[in-house]
């Protein structure tokens, strides 16, 4: 995928939710210095695409996901969502954070029901609301309980339902499952496939485990060692509905995979060679 | 660079028992039988050691006073009892010991609400504003290094002898305990509760009273314990300075006169009241914070 140079007036483009062009992200250092952590970076993701991006640790993945939440806006390039340059939070987004998010302070049903409460509903609406999508997430039966009460992997449910709830037709997600041990991921993957596939949502997920990005996106793409650009984008032919843990051991999956690898094997080399150490 | 110096300002500031509990484990719901248990041998030992601690330290004051030591000087247990009792009865020399309990509460109280809110919204406000912060943090600084007890003769020449002069005493106490508190809680909350209460929709009003305010609550909280204590001496000594009326006149009488089992007298019945007011408040905290973890908060507590 080459960088297309940015023209002057934006075209209102039909297909893409999610549109990156040449974007870049610089950071002030301490030292008065930039780091750049994203240079000329450049994605689409269709209305109903699931896309995975994959890349050594550091790279700036996280980046491209606070440019097109509106939370931290691009240096230079243009973010466009449902075709309109971000500006501030786009309408309809929703964003699951790789750090715990629900809030210790609340029970599981009034954490999912902050959405819909901050949207203006009734407290009685967005309860009702919040157990129906507490039920969703398997979670029926604790909505009285606290976060400190629940483990890690209900707690990534309690945000699940929290973000959902406002029905995003852009989902980000930022490592979300990457602290919870094996088995409980899986399911986690399964339960977001689930969720998602009776929407048309367009979502992006930032991970660094590739079997992950592989078993639950339509497109994977490949970002390079730091300064973050688009290195190679991998459609995954792979039919839906999916099992996670089945269709890992499938021939096909395992194509994918190398070819991923194959992309990804060079720029973990360049940061590892860095000296970063810590490597995807 | 000023968020230091204003933090720095901050020093003997109470800092709540647990401020966040990044609990990456699944936690027990149910409470392990074990330790109870151990907890119901281990409570009447404890108690019973306090009463023979006490026993043994008032025997050994009371026979000392009656044999070596001047009981003029010292008083002994028995003559403190005495006038504790006298002054129930018979009353004091400025009415009843009730007038003068419930005028001394009054004003710790009203200096404790006025302090504690001002000391809230302020630090709420500095906390959250950043230039706001950088302007305010030299005075704040400066102002806290007063020797604020000192405020309170420049107080009773201000507002009298009433009530008002020791009011206000208690509120300068009182608000930079809170303040400092509330600044640092506003400080402290977690970036990604904000970010992530923006996306589900939040205006700024929203994130202020359901983010900021409630993760600041604990710090707020653990501030208003020694807050309390604060607005007690606040008021006894502005009463010391100069008053009509209260305990804090009681005891200054009582210094007047040589009369040592008063002044132990009047330190008793405050320290029932300062005890009776953290009872309290912190049956407002387990309310406020029923959402925290059992733990460290409720094994020792001092």
Redesign the interface.
Known sequence: MTTPSAPAAVPRTGGDAIELRGVTKRFPTRDGRDYTAARNMTLSVRQGEFVSVVGPTGCGKSTSLSMI?G?APASDGQVLVQGRPVTG?PDG???M?Q???V?????VLDNVA??PR??GASRTEARDRARDWVAKVGLAGFER????????G?RKRVALA??LI?EPSILLMDEPFS?LDVQTREHMQDLLLDLWSGTSAAVVFVTHDLTEAIALADTVVVMTAAPATTKNVIPVRLERPRRVEEIRLEESFLEVYREVWDSLREEVEITRARGAGRVA | MTKDAVRGAKEEHAVPAQVETPATEARPVADDSARPRRRALRAPKITATRVLLVVLWLGSWELSASTFLDPFYYSKPSAIWGRIVDWFTTGTAFGTIWEQIAVTLEEAVAGFVIGSLAGVVLGVLLGRGRFLAEVCAPFIKAANAIPRIVLASLFVIWFGLGMSSKVATAVVLVFFAVFFNAFQGAREVDKTLIDNARILGAGPRQILTTIVLPSATSWILASLHVAFGFALIGAIVGEYTGADKGLGLLINHAQGTFDSAGIYAGMIIITVMALLAEWLLTLLERRLLAWRPPSAATEARI
């Open positions: 939440s939370l939070i987004l929703g964003y954070f750090q715990d998010a809030l210790p302070w609340r029970t902050a959405g901050y949207r309980y606290y976060p400190h009460q629940l483990s890690g209900m929290q973000t406002n602290a």
